[in-house]
């Protein structure tokens, strides 16, 4: 098809396209070369033919810097949808007061690609159409050199560059890899190329339906402090995921799920299909007012979404992803959006690298998490390595679960202790001194509390009257539990006397019961469960292991009526 | 007042008030009545952390015959009824048992059992005495012990 067939040059010096629309048969696309040759030539016929208000009586309509930077001049000019069936370098007019720059995909056939310009995601992505007859998406791809898109986008209008032609391109299709490329220093003039990987992700293979339903992982936002590595010593992130019930897996495509293309999850007070994690980590000093856990914040050059801060108070440190215009700098001053709270940059302003997605890559049984991406500390497993606000790689310890099945909600009492021997080990520690405050909140044993200890649980001490009384420790450390406040005043616990940890000690309150330690070595456990109610079954009894992948018992339940 | 468990010294304490008065000074104990006590018991707090009261094997219905149940006392529990210095019985029925065996003796309290046995086991592993192992069956007192005793032809001949 010729482009004159396709275009016209009315009158008023309007190039317009008036060919078949994307995807109809006929539709035509041209490069911005064969469009000034096609003007060129019609510029010196002798006198204007058909629809083409063009010969050498006209001002000359173009003008060409290289093959791929094609002037419109005189007052020549081209419209939106003229430029989208131009290809292959830029369009320049209204004396540069208008520009189109050309794109070019470099990416496997069919690659969806979302364009997001100042800020926003450009909504009429003509790019996308499926030429007639072709069998995948992409305007004027050329496979042999590796292109799945050719077009044009406007950069500039009215004088002004949008954003200053920085553009995000990206593509997050559902069982695709997600990619992104930023043209951050503004489009050239030609053919800017655009790198994306896409391709199928074997860890993204459940039905985007199911995912969708997987609404118990939750996020606490903002700046939180996790033990990720267990040294008693918390590291920051700006998230915090409850993965919930689900494997690290189906929580990464839960991940891709929220900032998917086309997604209505909102993350951070953005869309999920614009967000993308921290961009830049900002030195901070000079705070005034409140700001918020996570908001708005915008200085002069730039908006972005503060994701973190050290102290809504007395910050230090701030967070954000780059939304608009360039980074803050040195002394400039950062508002909160929503709070009106200021503060200044300290000098140092750092770029941080982006995951995609946002949460970093899955093995298919660990995360490799993203910068300051982070997860509830119980959630993950030894194999699982994250990023904190340092950008210092950690992992988890080998939580282990133990899972008590089988059992009958609301009435069956479990109890799961160590085991020696094949029996309770009622003397898994001794007291190291006797209880007899009438405010116990100290039990204080006479050998070293072991590494697999859960950080919180119950414990049995032997009392006076024979009776192992329960006790529910909050904290432990090197021979002492910390437990509530405990009257032992009467009915004492003798110095030495038997105390052991009770992992799982309770009323059933669901079909299984379970306990989360971090693995050190093999642990024998001894297993009882009874009901002594109207229904009543024979005592269960059985050892297990605590092994390297955690353990299970499964509650045979005999009647006993 | 309910039966309680001393788990220190494994008794089982049970009140006169928890017994069903038949007439007068006689009473008698649900065993099954008192073993789902037990139960209730083990399955407590406190219960948990101990080992179980007793075995537990139910009715059984052989060729239209229902067998009674058979409540046994084990790991060392034993039961004391309550000395109310007023001397009464105990009935002990609804289930076959060892309660007697584990019963501490109480003054003023005379525990019956009730037990019926039907085809029994013996030692020599058949309900036939004559057919089992002589040198198995010594104990003092027994008629094993006195046939072992008996002098044999030889030794009847080396007397004289």
Known sequence: ?561 | MAITIDWATKIISVPQSDLVLISGNKYYLDVDTFRLALKDLEDSEEGMAFPMTHNHNSVVVLSGVSYARVVEIINGYTVSFENTGTPYSVRLQGANNNIFDVTNVIANVSVIVTNSAGLIETGGGSSNPWSAIVAANNTAGTFGERIQKLLTKAQFLGTK
């Open chain 1, 1 to 561: 098809m010729a482009i004159g067939t396709d275009f016209e040059i009315q009158n008023d010096k309007d190039i317009r396209y008036t060919g078949a629309a994307h995807g109809a048969g006929g539709a035509g696309y041209y490069t911005v070369l064969e469009l000034h040759r096609w003007l060129q030539d019609l510029a010196d016929d002798a006198s204007a033919a058909g629809d083409d208000f063009m010969d050498i009586t006209k001002d000359t309509p173009s003008d060409k810097s290289f093959d791929t930077i094609i002037n419109l001049i005189n007052g020549f000019n081209i419209d939106d949808t003229a430029a989208e069936h131009l290809y292959g370098g830029s369009i320049i007019q209204s004396s540069g007061a208008v520009i189109y720059d050309g794109v070019q995909i470099i990416a496997n056939a069919g690659c969806f690609t979302e364009i997001v310009q100042n800020g926003a995601i450009i909504t009429n992505d003509f790019w996308n159409s499926t030429p007639f007859g072709a069998s995948s998406l992409g305007l004027n791809p050329d496979p042999t050199a590796g292109l799945s898109h050719r077009f044009i986008v406007k950069v500039r209008t009215g004088g002004s560059d949008i954003d200053s032609r920085k553009l995000i391109f990206q593509t997050r299709e559902w069982g695709k890899t997600y990619s992104e490329f930023r043209i951050g220093g503004g489009t050239a003039r030609g053919v800017n190329s655009v790198p994306l990987q896409f391709a199928d992700d074997l860890n993204n293979t459940t039905a985007v339906g199911t995912v969708a339903g997987w609404t118990s992982i939750a996020n606490t936002e903002g700046f939180r402090s996790i033990d990720v590595d267990n040294n008693s010593t918390p590291e920051n992130y700006y998230s915090e995921w409850n993965k919930d019930t689900f494997t690290i897996n189906q929580f990464y495509e839960r991940m891709k799920w929220l900032t998917r293309r086309g997604s209505a999850s909102t993350i951070y007070g953005i869309n999920g299909e614009l967000f993308r994690g921290i961009t830049h980590e900002i030195t901070v000093d000079t705070p005034t007012g409140t700001f918020s856990a996570t908001e708005a914040v915008s200085w002069s050059g730039g908006t972005g979404r503060m994701v973190a801060i050290n102290s809504t108070t007395a910050a230090t440190k701030m967070w954000i992803q780059l939304l608009t215009g360039v980074a803050p700098t040195d002394n400039q001053v950062i508002t909160g959006g929503a709070s009106s709270a200021t503060c200044q940059v300290n000098v140092t302003v750092t770029e941080r690298t982006l995951s995609f997605p946002f949460c970093g890559v899955s093995t298919g049984s660990a995360i490799i998490g993203a910068y300051g991406f982070g997860l509830e500390a119980l959630d993950m497993s030894a194999n699982d390595k994250v990023f904190d606000l340092t950008n210092t790689q950690r992992q988890a310890p080998n939580y282990v679960t133990f899972t008590v099945s089988g059992l009958v909600s609301g009435e069956d009492t479990v109890l799961v202790g160590p085991a020696d021997g094949g029996a309770l080990d009622l003397n898994q520690f001794t007291l190291n001194g006797a209880l007899t405050g009438a405010a116990v909140t100290s039990v204080v044993v006479n050998s070293a509390i072991p590494a697999d200890t859960p950080a919180t649980g119950t414990i049995r001490i032997l009392r006076t009257n024979g009776a192992y009384s329960k006790h529910a420790y909050t904290s432990w450390t090197g021979t002492t539990f910390t437990i509530g406040s405990t009257d032992f005043s009467s009915n004492n616990a003798a110095n030495g006397a038997n105390t052991f940890i009770s992992y799982i000690d309770k009323v059933a309150a669901a079909t299984s019961e379970s306990f989360t330690a971090i693995y050190v070595s093999n642990r024998d456990l001894f297993i009882r469960v009874r009901d002594g109610g109207v229904t009543p079954i024979k005592t269960f009894e059985s050892t297990g292991v605590l092994g390297s992948g955690g353990g299970s018992a499964t509650a045979v339940r005999t009647s006993d009526l």
